[in-house]
């Protein structure tokens, strides 16, 4: 059974740009002569790396250990040995160690043999994920072992996160349509741990064929799943807005969808879990859409973890053109540019954008009062931005800045074209330090 339905508050409609690789099925990218492989590859702690340079590794092997609560086990995407350990810059701008793999002509076959799950018990699903190196595959990398450990608490609703809402992306959607059944197994396995009342797929109108096909296979299976026709209203996607659309629940303040009786996690996450669980495997790959107006090919690509931005671009046919814009880790309203090609694949990274187009030029906020109407958050962005630019960032912070989820509605829709996110992450690290 589907249903349109959405949030209520503010929100944009960018144009999806989806066209361009919509109908690109997933490609298993070439495995490349070298690998960077980050520790820092998930919301927390670094990693702590256990190998050094001249070691040889073997794929699934773990080389990074999580190093606090919040961390993830980081594991070779392939055998091979060690030439370099060093520090990479990210997209996000942070430096981390990194592992620089020199990959082995002959790769092993791994991760055939299927592992039964249903009499395990929570701890040990949980022990699994985490020994997997699991985390969020939205973009937040949040660790999926803490997430999914509700400490006994009562989930009224898992909700699942196949809305894809960020314009260009469609790695969702083509999993939805090429792994629905082992993705429908990785969310059983969530449910066995979390046992919510009702399972929800909220998956946004612009991709009737995936909601046709995900109820096509509930219905074969039997699962007690349900599939919400979303309306396509960005951001749709994010756990707050997301759940006011399926269950009419708001997290109020400060607080987690947890305490409204809410877990959410995303269609890639679920697949993840269902690889680490039924088959043992670590997370040491990724799909992900190469798109934009400046990449020959777009497609959509299954590309192991620590890729050269450089190889993925050789394989999708290279720039179409010299006036390359930008490129962006990400989607364009989350997403983070980024100019060195050399920058690898991490588990967070759900496109690499390739966009031509002349710069914007910034004008002066006229108090137009657009960014307030289409906040879905309910903030003052002209007023926080101000008081940012000023250095007032402790009025910044008394105006809710840290509420702000970072999501872009503000700077989509400004007619002056401030760069109001980069505002909003600077006064949330200088309002944390004072």
């Known amino acids: 059974m589907s249903r349109i339905s959405t949030f209520k508050r503010g929100g944009v409609h960018p144009a999806d740009k989806k066209y361009l690789a919509k109908d690109s099925p997933i490609e298993r990218l070439p495995l490349p002569a070298e690998l960077i492989v980050s520790m820092s590859q998930h919301l927390g702690a670094p990693a702590t790396c256990l190998k050094k340079k001249g070691d040889t590794v073997v794929k699934g092997e773990k080389i990074g250990t999580a190093a606090s609560f919040i961390s993830a086990e980081v594991h070779s995407p392939a055998s091979g040995t060690v030439t370099e350990v060093r520090k990479v810059r990210l997209p996000s701008g942070v430096v981390a160690d990194a592992l620089v793999i020199k990959t082995d002509p002959e790769q092993p076959e791994m991760f055939t043999e299927r592992f039964e799950w249903k009499d395990l018990s929570n701890e040990e699903l949980l022990a699994q994920i985490k020994e997997m190196g699991i985390v ?5 990398t949040f660790p999926a072992h803490v997430k999914f450990n509700t400490g006994g608490k009562p989930v009224e609703a898992l909700v699942v996160n196949g809305v894809e809402c960020e314009p260009y992306l469609t790695a969702d959607y083509r999993s939805m349509l090429e792994r629905a ?28 064929d995936a909601i046709k096909h995900l109820e096509d296979v509930i219905a074969k299976k039997g699962y007690p799943i349900e599939v919400y026709d979303l309306k396509m209203k960005y ?20 607080k987690l969808p947890l305490d409204v009786g809410g877990v959410v996690c995303n269609i890639g996450t679920a697949y993840a879990v269902f690889e680490a669980v039924v088959y043992h495997k670590p997370l040491i ?10 990449i020959t090919t777009p497609k959509n690509i299954l590309a192991p973890l620590g890729t050269k931005a450089s190889e993925i671009i050789a394989y999708c046919g290279g720039f179409n053109t010299e006036n390359v814009d930008k490129l962006v880790s990400g989607g364009p309203m989350m997403g983070f540019a980024f100019a060195d090609e050399d920058m690898p694949t991490l588990k967070g990274s759900s496109g690499l954008l390739c966009l031509k187009g002349e710069p914007l030029n910034t004008g002066v906020c006229v108090s137009c009062g657009k960014c307030v109407a289409h906040c879905p958050i309910g903030l003052m962005p002209n007023r926080m931005f101000r008081n940012i630019s000023n250095a007032k960032y402790q009025e910044a912070m008394d105006l809710g800045l840290m509420d702000c989820k970072e999501c872009g509605c503000c700077a989509f829709i400004c007619p002056a074209h401030l760069p109001l996110v980069q505002g909003f992450k600077l006064g949330k690290k200088m309002g944390r330090k004072k």
């Open 136 to 140: 969020g595959m939205g973009g937040a």
């Open 181 to 208: 059944e082992d993705t429908l197994e990785g969310i059983m396995i969530l449910a066995k741990i979390l046992n919510p009342k009702k399972i929800i797929i909220g998956v946004e109108h612009n991709k009737p």
């Open 235 to 254: 951001p749709q996607g994010d756990e707050k807005q997301l759940l006011v659309a399926t269950i009419g629940k708001e997290i109020p303040s400060g």
């Open 285 to 294: 790959e990724r799909v992900m859409t190469v798109t934009g107006e400046a």
